[in-house]
């Protein structure tokens, strides 16, 4: 990737916001109100101790107050506009962004298995919250900070220096904070995903952590990292509620040492009564956004860490942009030469593999444990992407293909079968609207459709929880029945008849032989040799390369055992 394009992508995330800069800018004009309508109870202070006792006018108390009141309303509507833009903008950049990092979540699930994770919907989530929330109106607030300091001034210059003292102080308190904070909450965040990445892998292992009695032995290395982060949380918070407590303290300390000075001030006949309460009041409304934005510093950091997460995923995984819609695929594969690294490995589980499969043929994938049989299949598909080499479908690479358009020409049915959450028709129909006489051809080819009417709502029937618990052997027939929904031209099937009996085994191979006579590409993958009779070729694996390529009966003859001579057998024998 050129630095021009990685430095797009890693902008991503910060476009989206810009997009929305004119809502912000409108939430900022706003603001400017807001803050100057903070000086009514300043002033209507300043004017009931300097012009209504002196003059003793209740109509002049009447007038101030409803004016005061009518000042407060227009306040309170300010601030719900402002709120309700901030919540639009926040729910906008959550709306335009969400599906973008679902589709950036599963890339990462493919080139990288084990770190997949739902956490950057949580993040986002946390940005959106941060948004949305009063941490953000500090940082509106923050700016109108010279009014108050200049009103200050015109009170008194000693007012107003000091009030600049006392915001040095209170930013000073801020910086401190998030120094101090700053690493502790990204070490919590840490320790977090690792926990809750661990937590996730031993749930999905449940059964066999039950059964070999693994549970206390699971649960302590969970509860080491888990602690980790709770320690590191709790001392980032203790450190954060010092600051922040303090910053509270130094707030109030600074409005009664400006009362103290104002009524210096007042004795020596250089303030009135009134400017000395009006002072301490713009004190502490112009200490209020530092103080807000000190106590709000861990949440302002979550919120900072979570953008950084999401920029980083969104520049490893930028938006593949759609290509031109090809024709749909006839079928015809092939292979140049493709080298495969699976996902955290270092080593290739392909190498220099190459192959051509006309459309229409069933070709048999074979060879011992670790050959690079499912790393095949999984090529094949543009699940694992190949380091070098070309994968081909009807002479065009899958990169020219739009993945949505190209899927619903593939059937895929991998070793171990996950169906989704759903009805067993939805799981079928692969959750598109379902074809009911699509589903129900798929089930009967699949040699499942009679397993299903005897569940409790047949084809209606709810898979996962609060569902029903299907056998391996059932879960691998609906996936067959998944994998051939609408007769796909291509299907590739990965172990099909590991979890079958020999019911399901010879449904599976009345199920090839309806393909081939569709005219459909049939990879098997397979280490029974009991199905490779319908085979048209075999490809015969070994170490990650392809040893043998060819038709059924030449590849299973040089296979075959070599018999040995007559007088190499005598010789044993004596």
């Known amino acids: 990737m050129s630095n021009i394009s990685k430095k797009n992508n890693e902008n991503e995330l910060k476009k989206t916001v810009l997009l929305l800069k004119k809502s912000f800018y409108f939430a900022g004009f706003v603001s400017l109100f807001i803050n100057l309508l903070m000086l009514v109870p300043s002033l209507y202070m300043l004017q009931l101790y300097d012009r209504v006792l002196a003059s003793r006018s209740q109509e002049t108390l009447l007038m101030l107050t409803l004016i005061v009141v009518a000042m407060f309303a227009v306040m309170g509507t300010l601030e719900f506009v402002r709120s309700r833009i901030l919540i639009r903008v926040g729910n906008k950049i959550d709306s335009q962004m969400s599906t973008r990092l679902f589709d950036a979540m599963f890339a990462l699930a493919n080139r990288y298995p084990g770190k997949a994770t739902a956490q950057p919907l949580g993040d986002l989530t946390q940005i959106r919250q941060f948004l949305t929330g009063t ?3 500090a940082f509106f607030d923050t700016p109108w900070m010279p009014i108050y300091i200049a009103i200050m001034f015109l009170f008194h210059p000693y007012f107003g220096w000091f009030a600049v003292f006392a915001v040095i102080v209170a930013l000073s308190l801020t910086l401190i904070n998030e120094k ?3 690493a502790g909450l990204e070490a919590s965040n840490r320790y977090y995903q690792s926990s809750q990445s661990f937590v996730q892998a031993s749930l999905r292992n449940s059964e066999i952590i039950e059964a070999m009695g693994m549970h206390a032995n699971v649960r302590r290395r969970w509860y080491s990292r888990y602690i980790s982060f709770l320690n590191e949380q709790s001392n980032a918070s203790d450190e954060a509620g010092l600051w922040s407590n303090l910053s509270k303290i130094i707030r109030m300390l600074m409005q009664s040492l400006v009362l103290g000075l104002g009524g210096y001030l007042a004795i020596v006949g250089e303030l009135t009564p009134g400017m000395m309460i009006a002072g301490s009041i713009i004190m502490g409304r112009a200490l209020a956004p530092i103080d807000l934005m000190t106590s709000t510093w861990k949440q302002f950091t979550s919120a900072r860490i979570a953008y950084k997460r999401l920029g980083e995923l969104l520049a490893e995984f930028p938006e593949p942009t759609r290509p031109t819609p090809l024709p749909a695929p006839k079928g015809f594969i092939d292979l140049e030469g493709i080298v495969v690294v699976p996902p955290g490995s270092q080593v290739p589980s392909l190498r220099g593999v190459s192959m051509s499969i006309k459309a229409g043929e069933t070709v048999g994938v074979i060879g011992p444990s670790a050959a690079g049989k499912s790393s095949l299949a999984r090529a094949m598909l543009g699940v694992w992407p190949c380091i070098n080499g070309k994968v081909r479908i009807d002479n065009a690479e899958l990169s020219h293909y739009d993945r949505g358009d190209l899927g619903s020409h593939i059937g895929y049915l ?3 079968v996950e169906l989704f959450d759903g009805t067993i028709s939805e799981n079928i129909a692969r959750y598109e609207d379902p074809k009911p006489e699509m589903v129900v051809e798929a ?4 040699g499942v459709h009679e397993m299903i009417l005897k569940l409790p709502k047949g084809y209606d029937t709810p898979i996962g929880p609060g569902g029903i618990a299907l056998s391996g052997g059932q879960r691998q027939r609906i ?3 998944r994998a051939i929904y609408c007769y796909p031209k291509i299907v590739v099937l990965d172990e099909p008849n590991s979890n079958l009996d020999d019911v399901g085994e010879r449904a599976l191979v009345e199920v090839i032989l309806e393909l081939k006579k569709r005219l459909t590409t049939v990879v098997l993958i397979t280490h029974r040799p009991s199905i490779l009779g ?4 075999i490809a015969f694996m070994r170490e990650g390369q392809l040893q043998l390529f060819g038709s059924r ?7 075959a055992p070599k018999p040995q001579p007559i007088q190499e057998q005598q010789g044993a024998q004596s």
């Open 553 to 559: 009966d030449e590849v299973l003859a040089a296979l």
């Open 414 to 416: 991998p070793q171990d």
């Open 135 to 137: 941490p953000l109106f």
């Open 443 to 446: 089930a009967q080819v699949a």
């Open 180 to 182: 101090r904070t700053k």
């Open 534 to 537: 319908i085979t048209d070729k």
């Open 479 to 481: 996936g067959l029945a």
